[in-house]
Each structure stands twice: as C-alpha cells, then as structure tokens.
C-alpha cells in the first residue's frame, strides 16, 4: 500500500475506536456522501465507456449519474473528487476465494493456531480490497469470523460470500485426515480440518443435511460440495466421483429450503452430470468435461465458475508429488473448457481459486487480464462484475448484502474503482492496482484515495 493510501485509511482506524466504546459514537463516515465528477463509466454491462459524467453517492448507493452538473450543496458534507476523465468502474468480484487459505500453507492450516490464522486472513482481506475486488465468493472455510470482522468494520477487506465448510466424503477432496485417523467413530471427537470448520466429512443423505443446515445456521450464503476429486487433496484421485446423487440431493433439498443453492467442485463429465441430476445451480471448474457435457451445463441454464489457473500454481505442491500430477492434468484442460464455455454461451463466471500463494494473490489483476486469452477486454471486465453480480444473486434472501452488485447505476451498491486511464482499452492497468486504481470505495467508503482530494 501507497503512504497516501495508508494516510487515507487512517480515519477509518478512528471510527472502529469510536465505535467501539459505546452507543455515543458518531455516524459512520460512509454516510457522508461523495461527487465523482469528469468519470467516464464502465457500468459492468456494456462494452464501452460513456461520456463524462457525474456519479453521487449517498449512504452506500450510487443515488444519482448525470452528464449534467450536480450540486455539492445537496449533500451536508460531500467529498467531491474531480475524475479528470478517467473511468469509474465496478468494483472487482472473484467468485472462486478462499479467504482463509490465500496465505497459510496446508501444514500451517491444519497444525497451526486459530488465531494467528485469521489474523493472516484478516491481512490478506485488506490486500484483496487493495487490489480492487471488492467482493468475493467464498468456497470453502472458517470465513465467518473474518466476514463479521470486515462487516462491523474492524478490518478493511471485501464483501464475503461464505460457504463456510467445505462438504466432502470419506477420502474426497477436503478430507486431509491421515490413515492413522482411521476408521471414524461416531460420537469420536472430530478431525482438526473438522473442528475448525475448514471441512466437514459426511457419508449418507442424513449427515449430508446435518452438515449443509449447520452451515447455514452459521450464514452461509451457498453451500459448497466436492462432486469429484481434487488437486490439493491427498486421498482423491482425479477420476473418483464422490457423493452419490442422493447425497448431493439432500444437500440441494437442505439449502433449497432455505432459499439458496449448492454450487459443486467438480471436474469430470462424470461429476457434473450427476451433480446437474440432483439439482445443482453451479460447477466449479469443469476443467475434465467433454462436449457433450458442455451442452448439458447450457441447456440447463447451470453457471460454469471455471479458472484459468497458470502453471505456477503447480508450484504449491512438491516435485513429484501426487497433487502436482493432478495439477498438471487438470491445467491442461484450461483452453478446452473455455471454448466450450464460448461455444454453448454457458453462463460463465470469473474467479481464481488461489490456494496457499500468497505470490499468486498479489498477481490477482493479472490473472484476471490473462481471460483475454478468450474474451474481448470489455467482455472480461463484465464477467467480473456484472456477470459475476448475477451469480452471487442466486444467494437469494440469504445474500448477505442487499442491493445491487458490479454495476454501475443509479441505485446499485456503491463499490467503485475510479482507474487512471481506459481499462477497455488496456486491461493491464489491472495488473499494478497500486498504481493505476486511484480510488477504492466499497458500501460508500473510501479505502483509497490517491488523488488526495
Ligand atoms: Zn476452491
């Protein structure tokens, strides 16, 4: 972070202090409103920029965008940034997040204190928002901690979308127990990833739904399932299908019920067609799939949230280990499921799924950019908005934040990156957010204001 941004950042450390003694403290800084003028917008939609224009905040709501001028008077105490003409966009969503897995290794994660585990996390979600995403979908782990954290305002970081545990069989992806830890005992105490709500096993319908409403009860906003198995995991080979179609069922009834849905890990054919059978809204990954496949995620309106991991993330698994091998084997796959994705126009989101690599996390922006690889620049930047704004929707009344996300219009969630310079016409400005993402505003407060003003 910038010295300026630092600066910038330093009234939000006095309103957690303030607020925290008691039911004097003053009103929150993000009701004072704030007047981008001179902004051309990506509005998370269209593929152009508009002409100048003036966007007003109020509270946390982009209240008013007009080519005309807008008065500061209308507000008591406005900050008004002059935009220069340059773009005002949505902020950044990644819907494939691991807010607590981004920056621990597996053994810290699984050996080390809880503690000093989401204090990492909590660091790492201030990066995040510094990088310009301003929300994430969180699928899979203790998260709920954190959320709250960033929600009340003591840490900086963005909107989660938690999942909390990721669910998963005996063996499958998610299970890191040791064979020493078996056979599991009913009623014996539970695994460490288990404990710490990083993962919960489950091996009938009946536990399936235990473990699903648990979730819930916590505030998930979807819950995650491993369909097939994983990379990073060391008991689930590529191939295996995990749960059966009536414990992927139960799981679609239990978060159906409760007004949201079950998105499924999964890369083979195999895996994602069962998963399609029991109910289920979004596949994450699909690296594996065939045609045919393709055509039934589209067909069925289902929500591809793939990645286009790069070779280096390989690099968190040993030479010659087992995870490596499938890491390869899945990153092959990259090319071929995005142009199926095109070819059927399945409805396809964007996220990274950053595991263990906090080196990879900080390339966040160039991750995104390399989707050109596909898309045009314009249609990259929608899916991470406006596209992915769709997806989270699917939430339903159990969306954590309501309100409109990844657009930029009159009424919608005010999370904007004022960039210095076309990001339609050069989509790399992504890539060094410290330079080139002038201002950071998520709910209506600033978190970064390089412009000073
Ligand atoms: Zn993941």
Known sequence: ???????????????????????????????????????????????????PMNVLVRGNTIEKITEGPISAAILDNPRVIDGGGRTLMPGLIDVHWHTMLVRPTPAALLTGDIGHLNLVAGAEATATLM???????????????????????TVAGPRIFPSGAIITVTSGHGDF??????P???????????????????????????????????GASQIKLTAGGGVASPHSPLDVSTFTEAELRAAVEAAENWGTYVTVHAYTSDSIRRAIAAGVKCIEHGHLMDEPTAKLIAENGIWLSTQAFPDEMADAFPPGSFERAKAVEVFAGTDRTFALAKKYKIKTAFGTDILF??????????LLANLVHW????????????TNAQLLALSGKRNPYPGKLGVVEEGALADLLLVDGDPIANIKLLEDPEKNLLVIMKDGRIYKNALGQ
């Open 184 to 218: 599991r005992i009913l009623g014996a105490p539970q695994s460490r990833g288990e404990q710490t709500g990083a993962a919960m096993v489950a091996d009938s319908p009946d536990e399936v739904r235990v473990r699903v409403r648990e979730q819930l009860m916590l």
């Open 177 to 182: 127990r040791q064979p020493f830890e078996l």
């Open 1 to 51: 972070m910038s010295r300026r941004s630092f600066v910038a950042t330093i009234p939000l450390v006095g309103l957690v202090l303030s607020s925290a003694v008691g039911a004097q403290a003053p009103a929150p800084a993000h009701r004072i409103g704030t007047l981008f003028q001179n902004v051309r917008i990506f509005d998370g939609k269209s593929g152009t920029l508009s002409a």
């Open 375 to 386: 898309y045009t620049p314009a249609e990259t930047l929608g899916m991470a908005t406006g």
């Open 131 to 153: 990088r310009g995403f301003t929300t994430v979908r969180d699928l899979g782990g203790p998260a709920f901690g954190l959320k709250r954290a960033i929600d009340e305002g």
């Open 357 to 366: 690599s906090p080196g990879l996390a900080q390339r966040h922006g160039e």
